[in-house]
């Protein structure tokens, strides 16, 4: 089992930036390739997804040269999602995401492909 907390989003204005953090508990987190969702309506939508061993970082169109993704392995077992260039059909509701693998450089986009969770956060961009 992994426990995912969340932390940081907020509101912020057009064009400024925010840092979401994911902190994982329990098993080897770094087994684990992690990714980051938002739902601003019904859907889930992909945003980021990054392997468990760094190697491969998968970006929504929507997001890419704005959001970066990245983890740290060691004591602090978190994933971050660095948001700058925000704008405001970024605003929802973001929920990191774990699955358990060996594969190097496996990354999934889909949400059904994750096993874990965490309790989302909100970010709000204003015009």
């Known amino acids: 089992q992994v426990q995912l907390v969340q932390s940081g989003g907020g509101l912020v204005q057009a064009g400024g930036s925010l840092r979401l953090s994911c902190a994982a508990s329990g098993r080897t987190f770094r087994t684990y390739a992690m990714g980051w969702f938002r739902q601003a309506g019904k859907e889930r939508e992909f945003v980021a997804a990054i392997s468990w061993s760094g190697l491969n970082r998968n970006y929504a169109d929507s997001v890419k040269g704005r959001f970066t993704i990245s983890r740290d392995n060691n004591a602090l077992n978190t994933v971050y999602l660095q948001m700058n260039s925000l704008e405001p059909e970024d605003t929802a509701v973001y929920l990191c995401?774990?699955?358990?693998?060996?594969?190097?450089?496996?990354?999934?986009?889909?949400?059904?492909?994750?096993?874990?969770w965490g309790q989302g956060s909100q970010v709000t961009v204003s015009s």
């Open positions: 995401a774990a699955i358990s693998t060996s594969t190097v450089r496996y990354a999934p986009s889909r949400d059904q492909e994750y096993d874990y």
